[in-house]
């Protein structure tokens, strides 16, 4: 064994030392510019609600976004990702307002497009928000109905594309949405339209605070549907992960995602490796509310928790995370 032999000349932790020579030793890094900020809108004007299971998390309305984001663009943070806040009054069985062109969707992309044209806008393509029940998709005979919820969800992209956002992220997980997607989009002459596909999204307990985010704490428990196991995956499953992905990829997305984050970090690992294409982590709601329930109790620090949780991500190869810690990790960054 070299091991032995090699000590004292080699030490570990030499290098340790000085805050400089840890700083040159630093495999990975974390900027502003690998933050996407997840942003809830919601309905009427002058609006900022709180989200009471997200502590410093706000619903805005749309004449209120682009003041909203105005410090996440000067901090550089390229892009946010918007989802809608749907009343349930304002919900049906098939989820029929993702197809209004007057939605909060579409009026948050005009109007950030106008306010800030530089910033990257990706919109959230599923009927989760839009439905009564809270499925992704539509539901027929007791079971989310693919193909139908496919030719929704494409009609809904494309609506989105127009709007003014700039990429699409379908986050339903149905089969075949990416190509159709596509389809779609280029038979509009929406060609540039990117698509971030959730790729590898797991059928997760840790999406709770978000469903009371987007108003779809529905069910008799206000738990949301409990059977999204039929279109989300297994968490005992990781080889399933790249077979998805490789799917996506097949079908023509531009980026692809994991998600959850950390209980994940073998799965972005890998299909970064294996595929190598731009790779996107959510570090989802619960994972937020963990840490900032947590930092309420005293028991962890805020900042040290937050750096810590984001630098995994690309030490595990992400190229950039949807995390609502963007805003204060990248004010954090830019101090220094
Ligand atoms: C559903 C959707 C979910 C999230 C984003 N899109 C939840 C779900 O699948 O029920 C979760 C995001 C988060 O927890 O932060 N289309």
């Known amino acids: 064994m070299h091991f032995a032999g090699s000590f004292p000349a080699t030490r570990m932790?030499?290098?340790?030392?000085?805050?400089?020579?840890?700083?040159?030793?630093?495999?990975?890094?974390?900027?502003?510019?690998?933050?996407?900020?997840?942003?809830?809108?919601?309905?009427?004007t002058g609006q900022r609600v709180p989200v009471a299971s997200m502590p410093g998390v706000f619903r805005v309305s749309v004449d209120r976004v682009a003041e909203h984001v105005a410090e996440a663009v000067s901090l550089g943070i390229p892009a946010v990702a918007l989802f809608p806040y749907t009343p349930m009054e304002e919900r049906d069985k098939d989820g029929t307002g993702a197809l209004d062109p007057e939605n909060l969707m579409c009026r948050a992309a005009r109007a950030l497009k106008k306010a800030h044209p530089e910033l990257g806008l990706i919109g959230d393509v599923a009927l989760d928000t839009h439905t009564s029940h809270g499925h992704d998709g539509v539901v027929r005979d007791g079971h989310v109905h693919n193909e139908e919820s496919v030719e929704i969800l494409s009609r809904m992209a494309v609506l989105q594309a127009e709007a003014g956002m700039d990429c699409v992220a379908p986050s339903d997980m149905m089969d075949g949405r990416i190509g159709a997607i596509r389809a779609a989009l280029d038979a509009r002459g929406l060609e540039h339209t990117r698509i971030m596909s959730y790729?590898?999204?797991?059928?997760?307990?840790f999406f709770?605070?978000?469903?009371?985010?987007?108003?779809?704490?529905?069910?008799?428990?206000?738990?949301?549907?409990?059977?999204?196991?039929?279109?989300?995956?297994?968490?005992?499953?990781?080889?399933?992960?790249?077979?998805?992905?490789?799917l996506d990829v097949a079908e023509g997305a531009d980026m692809v995602m994991v998600k959850p984050g950390l209980p994940y970090l073998d799965v972005l690992y890998r299909v970064r490796k294996e595929f190598g294409l731009p790779t996107f982590v959510y570090q989802v709601s619960g994972e937020y509310s963990m840490i900032m329930a947590a930092v309420e109790r005293g028991w962890l620090d805020h900042d040290r928790a937050m750096m810590e949780g984001l630098m995994a991500f690309k030490r595990a190869g992400a190229?950039?995370?949807?995390?609502?810690?963007?805003?204060?990790?990248?004010r954090r960054l830019k101090e220094g």
């Not at 790729?199 to 307990?205: F, M, V």
């Not at 709770?208 to 989300?232: C, E, H, I, M, N």
Request: no cysteine; proline share 7%; hydrophobic share 40%.
């Open 13 to 44: 932790r030499r290098n340790r030392r000085d805050a400089w020579s840890r700083t040159l030793s630093a495999e990975s890094r974390l900027a502003p510019q690998d933050l996407i900020w997840p942003i809830f809108l919601t309905s009427g």
């Open 199 to 205: 790729a590898a999204k797991y059928a997760s307990g």
């Open 208 to 246: 709770a605070p978000f469903r009371d985010a987007v108003g779809s704490l529905v069910g008799p428990d206000r738990a949301g549907p409990s059977d999204k196991k039929t279109y989300q995956m297994d968490p005992a499953n990781g080889d399933e992960a790249l077979r998805e992905v490789a």
């Open 319 to 330: 190229n950039g995370i949807l995390t609502y810690f963007a805003v204060s990790a990248a």
